[in-house]
């Protein structure tokens, strides 16, 4: 895979607790507005994507879950 599916790019986003890290990389795109906050979190919806969106996905954007 070369790139994220369209409609979907990888943003940072800066924490405003930088004890850590100064920020971290999520996936924006989601249609309900929600991001993915981990590359972990975004695999359950690309598989979904990438196999025809069949069925319903089980990642938790698509549940309405943050």
Same mark, same amino acid.
């Given at each position: 895979? *070369? #790139?994220? !599916?369209?409609?979907?790019? $990888?943003?940072?986003?800066?924490? #405003?607790? &930088?004890?850590?890290? &100064?920020?971290? $990389?999520?996936?924006? @795109?989601? !249609?309900? @507005?929600?991001?993915?906050? #981990?590359?972990? *979190?975004?695999?359950?919806? $690309? *598989?979904? $994507?990438? /196999?025809?969106?069949?069925?319903? %996905? /089980? %990642?938790? !954007? %698509? *549940?309405? /879950?943050?």
């Amino acid at each position: 895979m *070369k #790139s994220l !599916p369209a409609g979907y790019v $990888l943003m940072y986003r800066n924490r #405003s607790n &930088t004890a850590n890290r &100064t920020g971290d $990389l999520h996936v924006w @795109g989601h !249609p309900s @507005g929600i991001y993915f906050n #981990s590359a972990a *979190k975004f695999v359950k919806h $690309l *598989k979904w $994507l990438i /196999e025809g969106r069949v069925g319903d %996905c /089980e %990642c938790s !954007p %698509c *549940k309405g /879950e943050r």
